[in-house]
């Protein structure tokens, strides 16, 4: 990128001008390179570090909502489940709606607010990546989870009795399926044509991911079934079930959590792509 500066005016700064040109004659012209745009790494840290200071206080407040909604969805399933797969698909789902409730439902109405009030404007005039603005927002958003996700996951393990051995694979469960529903959050905002449509679309985002993420699957009617195959929290879920297991499949684990990361770039992929779109407009 080039910038074009008149020699005469170059002159008037004591800037030499250019060979054969004198400050009498018509004006001409120099170009002076500009800064070379952002990379994607800096960009994120400083989109990311910007985006978690200035949730912080508004979102913790919501955080524990999302924690004490999930551990009241398992004292009330306490009642119906003894124990079993179905008590490992409870607290699973519980654990994994924390994440939904905040990197869906939240993000889905942070960017239908954020086109409507015109601030995608402000970012579309920073040197920095797409990619960068939406990795960046998601993966912040996404970090409000850890906390809630993990004392979801004790607490529920404690009230249906199952081993916590194993709840270490939530460093795993927490990030694939946050990027994956924080892609799919970001999506929905950016394609809202109005913010109130945007939060009507993470509402029942996360109302998916509480009816087909808690109750088990084998319960669920058939055509159920395939709409809870299409959400991308449900790998996420099925790894953290088995990872109940007095011995866990390590084969199908890993095989849910390479699903979840493939539909986790695949969302945040769509969410760069509308974003784009929104920007233009």
Do not use: K
């Not at 946050?178 to 394609?191: K, P, R, S, V």
Request: with cysteine.
């Amino acid at each position: 990128m080039t910038s074009i500066i008149p020699a005469r005016t170059a002159t008037t700064r004591g800037l030499p001008a250019p060979a054969g040109s004198s400050g009498a004659g018509p004006a001409r012209t120099l170009t002076a390179p500009l800064a070379p745009r952002a990379r994607l790494l800096p960009s994120l840290a400083a989109v990311y570090r910007a985006q978690l200071s200035r949730a912080r206080v508004a979102r913790i407040p919501l955080l524990f909502v999302a924690t004490f909604q999930s551990v009241g969805i398992m004292i009330l399933m306490r009642g119906v489940v003894d124990g079993g797969s179905e008590a490992r698909a409870v607290v699973a789902g519980s654990s994994v709606l924390v994440v939904a409730f905040v990197a869906l439902n939240l993000l889905a109405q942070y960017f239908g607010q954020l086109r409507a009030s015109g601030g995608l404007d402000h970012y579309a005039t920073l040197p920095v990546p797409p990619a960068a603005v939406v990795l960046g927002a998601a993966a912040a958003y996404a970090s409000f989870t850890v906390p809630g996700t993990v004392f979801t996951a004790i607490t529920g393990s404690v009230l249906f009795q199952l081993p916590m051995t194993h709840l270490w694979v939530l460093v795993a469960v927490v990030p694939l399926s946050g990027a994956a529903l924080a892609g799919l959050g970001a999506a929905l905002g950016l394609l809202a044509p109005r913010p109130e449509l945007a939060t009507l679309l993470g509402q029942l985002g996360m109302s998916a991911a509480l009816l087909l993420g808690v109750l088990p699957a084998e319960r669920l009617p058939e055509p159920v079934s395939w709409a809870r195959d299409l959400l991308p929290s449900t790998y996420g879920v099925e790894a953290l079930a088995r990872s109940f297991d007095a011995r866990p499949d390590w084969g199908i684990i890993a095989f849910f959590l390479a699903i979840c990361a493939a539909v986790g770039v695949l969302s945040l992929a769509a969410a760069t792509w509308a974003y784009r779109r929104a920007a233009v407009r």
